[in-house]
């Protein structure tokens, strides 16, 4: 532990990221390194260089019209590098790379910028929504957009942008994560959903997930699934779930995070910060006071 806690230090020290976290040593997992002063920051896009993040800052309201939302770059290793890099968004949430271009989702719009030139080439309307929020890329390279505001799933194609799914169990719609067979997606009303790219048809994965928000690969089979106030989830095939992580004590959000490898990268909307997690360390580590299943520890030790 002493080793681990000296080598947590010296990576502080390498990164000047400050002093080791609050949580830690509080039952929750240690992070790896944090970055503090960031504005809403709701989502995080890892750069075609594979060490560049590109985050996005909400500035404010979800909602609001305000001109004052932004995309940092901080590298994996948690050095800011610009904070302000491409401004003049309003309310930023959804980030995806694909190929040189970092979409972003901005309220009712998809904006498009271009990675190497740090700027935005492109902005697409998408009528009828009113909270754009996740953006992923299906296998066909269409790109995909949740409305929370009206529960649908928008799509770009070919520049033109129309209705994907509009179906009940949408309400809500939240995170996105493009499988090569599937589309999963989470909602506010705690459901982990798949909607098969073809029929559309939705299936229920799991329910209980309080306000989900992010949703990734998780160990195996397994999927982590966020809940923006606080809470991050280990969701297994048979449609149980087990706490990672729960910042509410301390207020601190679980956003859209992403996973790079064996870190998993949580933006924070509050209080505004940017937190890497080992995701092996806490498959070695007690997870809300009790064990995982034997099983697991036999193939994470
Ligand atoms: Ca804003
Ligand atoms: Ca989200």
Known sequence: MAARAGVLALLLLACGCGAPSKDAGQGNRSPVWRVQGLAEPESVALGPDGRTLYVANVGGEGEAKD???FISRISTGGRVLQRQWVTGLDAPKGALVVGGRLYVSDIDRLVEIDIAAGRVVARYAVAGATFLNDVAAA???TMLASD???GRIFALRGGRVFVWADHAELRSV???LAEPQRLVVTTMEGKLLAVDYVTKAVTVLATGLGEA???TQGDGDAYFVSEWPGRLFRVTPDGRSQVLIDGRAR???INDFIRVGDLLIIP???PGELTAYRVLTWM??????ERLPARLQRTYM
């Open 174 to 176: 939240n995170g996105l």
């Open 268 to 270: 924070s909307w509050k």
């Open 284 to 289: 070695l580590t007690q997870v809300e006071g």
């Open 139 to 141: 296998p066909d390279g």
């Open 148 to 150: 929370s505001g009206s």
């Open 67 to 69: 001109g004052n939302g």
């Open 213 to 215: 928000d992010g949703v």
């Open 251 to 253: 207020g601190a959000y």
